[in-house]
């Protein structure tokens, strides 16, 4: 399966980039284009918020639970904020477990 990643803007006011990956999160190549997608959008936009929506991941490693991490790290040090939305029930799990349950967005569920 080939991993993709979409980017777009999300139409609020402020402003708020979505990211959303698709395909298990597990690969080295998955997790480096995860962590160079925040890298490219902090330097690019300079969001208030960014949403990454897990809708289209079954999946995620413990190197694509520290992308995400690093993402939020990264965003926080650019006064930004990490959502993560939509993510299945395993992957969820795996966030809990992980400590990142602050990430996830509960009024969004899947």
Do not use: C, K
């Amino acid at each position: 399966m080939t991993y993709r990643i979409n980017t777009h803007r999300i139409p609020e006011p402020a402003m708020v980039i979505a990211i959303e990956p698709q395909g298990e999160i597990g690969s080295d190549e998955a997790v480096d284009l995860l962590e160079a997608r925040f890298r490219m959008v902090l330097a690019a936009t300079r969001p208030e918020r960014i949403v990454v929506d897990l809708q289209a991941v079954p999946s995620i490693s413990h190197a694509g639970l520290d992308a995400l991490r690093y993402g939020s790290d990264r965003a926080a040090a650019n006064d930004a904020s990490v959502v993560v939305v939509h993510p299945a029930p395993e992957v969820r799990e795996q966030l809990r477990r992980h400590g990142l349950t602050d990430l996830v967005d509960g009024s969004v569920q899947r």
